[in-house]
């Protein structure tokens, strides 16, 4: 058995790296088309092929707790509370903001990718149920028919499912 000793050097520049990236990303907007997966292995694990049809977007999603609007006028319930948890998971958010983005395509699945402190980065991969490759698919042909439209919106994705407690 061969043990492999961490360079510090090396976790220091992959460090520096990933602060540049999300800086970068920080500048960018809220949903951006990217050419390929941040990290390949863990989309190729949940479903993604690099073919016609398939599209990855990063979405950024903000932190912390919804906010509600101030209270103005009359009188102030005794639980009224300035925050409030939205009741859904930061990924499922940010899944529907890429669905409205694009609203040809189906989302199929997503991953983190990073976070900082005002900010959580997640990757989508949407399929277009129109696309011939597609449709051809033995795995990935279910996502053609009607009763698929606007799945995100149903909880139907992994995360979806995970947040109604259908996953263990």
């Not at 011939?132 to 795995?139: A, F, I, L």
Request: glycine share 8%; aromatic share 8%.
């Amino acid at each position: 058995m061969i043990k492999r000793v961490k360079n510090p050097g090396n976790d220091r520049e992959f460090k520096e790296m990933e602060k540049k990236r999300l800086v970068r990303w920080r500048k960018e907007k809220v949903v951006t088309k990217t050419d390929k997966p941040t990290k390949i292995s863990r989309a190729r694990s949940l479903g993604y092929k690099a073919k016609q049809g398939f599209v990855i977007a990063r979405v950024r999603v903000k932190k912390g707790k919804r906010k509600r609007p101030k209270f103005s006028g009359g009188r102030v319930p005794k639980k009224m509370g300035r925050f409030f948890p939205a009741g859904k998971s930061k990924q499922l958010i940010g899944e529907e903001k890429v669905a409205r983005k694009f609203p040809n395509l189906e989302v199929l699945n997503s991953y983190k990718v990073g976070e900082d402190g005002q900010y959580q980065w997640f990757e989508v991969f949407l399929l277009d149920p129109n696309n011939p490759n597609v449709s051809k698919d033995r795995e990935r042909k279910w996502i053609s028919d009607k009763q698929q439209r606007g799945r995100v919106f149903r909880s139907l994705t992994s995360s979806g499912k995970k947040m109604r407690g259908l996953k263990k």
